[in-house]
C-alpha cells in the first residue's frame, strides 16, 4: 500500500498559467481533503471530496480554484491563471470514514509561481 | 467556529530537555490531534486523542476536556526530534482537520 500519492512534489508556474494536483488516495479511502499552507502560515481547509461529490469547498478562494474526485483516477486541484500569491504547499488528505477513524496525509506538492 | 492555538510558536531547547507543547481549542471537538511537519516534508500524524493520556515512545499526549486544552511532551529529546509540531482538531462543527500554526521545535546537540 503505497499511501497517498501526490503529483507533481514540486511544480513551478508563471504567472498566468495553469496548475493542476493530483492526489490519489490510500486504497479504500473514499474521502480526500485539501489543505494549502502558506509560508510561514498554518495549514488551511479548502475542500472536502467524496467519489464525485464536492461535500464542502467553503476553503476554496471563489474564483480560478476547482477540484473535483472523479469515480476513476486521483482527484485534481486546479489552479487557473496562477499568481504570486498562490505559492505554497499544498496537501491532500485521504479517510475510509473522516478524520476520527484514521487518515494519512500525502507529501504536498510545492508550487512556486514565477 | 472552532479555533486551535499553540505556544510556543518557536521552542529551542538543548538535548535531552523535557519538552512540553501546549494547545487550546474554543469549541467541543470530537478529537485532537497531533501531527509533525519536517522541514519541507509531509506531514505525520503522531496522535488523535479524544480522552486522557496517550504515549508512544517518548512522546506523551494529554487532553484536558473540560479545560479544552491538550499537551504534547517529548522526553529526552534529541536532535532528530527537531521539526514542526502542529496541533489540530477534528469534528467542532468542521469538515476535516482544524489546524494551530504549529510550533517550531529545535533541539541542539
Known amino acids: 500500500n503505497a499511501g497517498v500519492m501526490q503529483n507533481p512534489r514540486h511544480l513551478v508556474r508563471r504567472r498566468g498559467q495553469e496548475a493542476r494536483l493530483r492526489c490519489s488516495p490510500m486504497k479504500g479511502h473514499s474521502h480526500v481533503y485539501w489543505y494549502r499552507q502558506l509560508p510561514e502560515e498554518g495549514l488551511k481547509f479548502m475542500v472536502y471530496?467524496?467519489?464525485?461529490?464536492?461535500?464542502?469547498e467553503s476553503g476554496m478562494p471563489k474564483e480560478r480554484f476547482s477540484a473535483e474526485f472523479p469515480k476513476e483516477g486521483p482527484s485534481i486541484l486546479r489552479i487557473q491563471q496562477v499568481v504570486r500569491g498562490d505559492s505554497a504547499a499544498y496537501f491532500c488528505a485521504s479517510s475510509l470514514q473522516g478524520f476520527d477513524y484514521g487518515y494519512t496525509f500525502g507529501s504536498g506538492t510545492r508550487l512556486t509561481v514565477v | 467556529k472552532n479555533e486551535v492555538e499553540q505556544s510556543p510558536q518557536n521552542l529551542t531547547a538543548q538535548e535531552g530537555e523535557f519538552i512540553t507543547i501546549n494547545c487550546s481549542y474554543s469549541?467541543?471537538?470530537?478529537?485532537l490531534h497531533w501531527l509533525q511537519q519536517h522541514p519541507g516534508g509531509g506531514i505525520v500524524s503522531l496522535f488523535m486523542l479524544s480522552s486522557g493520556k496517550k504515549k508512544h515512545g517518548r512522546l506523551i499526549a494529554t487532553i484536558n476536556i473540560q479545560e479544552k486544552h491538550s499537551s504534547l511532551h517529548i522526553t529526552a529529546s534529541h536532535p532528530r526530534d527537531s521539526a514542526v509540531y502542529i496541533c489540530a482538531s477534528s469534528g467542532g462543527g468542521a469538515d476535516g482537520l482544524t489546524f494551530g500554526k504549529g510550533t517550531h521545535l529545535i533541539i541542539q546537540p
Open positions: 471530496l467524496q467519489k464525485e461529490n464536492i461535500i464542502d
Open positions: 469549541v467541543g471537538i470530537s478529537a
